[in-house]
Nanobody, 120 residues
């Protein structure tokens, strides 16, 4: 089993920045991908950014150029630096961990979520 604990969600003004953190613990040997998903009210949960153990990254189009996902393998921690935040970024952000399978990701473990609210 893997436990994920995310933090960093807050209320910020449009144009501001936040940094989310996700610390993984437990049986992490089977994990080769970690990422961030978000769910806004009335919408389905969707991918924001993913990083693999090899360092490759993927972002949803709406955050490219504004968000950066990174990792610290020694600490088993993944970060999401969010800049130039927009009100439409408001959502609960979830950390997830799992495996890359073909062209998609199977996320076996999920954090509890952290709320990001961007005011206009």
């Amino acid at each position: 089993q893997v436990q994920l604990v995310e933090s960093g969600g807050d209320l910020v003004q449009a144009g501001g920045s936040l940094r989310l953190s996700c610390a993984a613990s437990g049986s992490i040997g089977s994990i080769n991908a970690m990422g961030w998903y978000r769910q806004a009210p009335g919408k389905q949960r969707g991918l924001v950014a993913v990083i693999t153990s090899g360092g490759s990254t993927k972002y949803v189009d709406s955050v490219k150029g504004r968000f950066t996902i990174s990792r610290d393998n020694a600490e088993n921690t993944v970060y999401l630096q969010m800049n130039s935040l927009k009100p439409e970024d408001t959502a609960v952000y979830y950390c997830a961990a799992g495996r890359q399978v073909s062209g998609y990701y199977v996320m076996d473990y999920w954090g509890k979520g952290t709320l990001v609210t961007v005011s206009s």
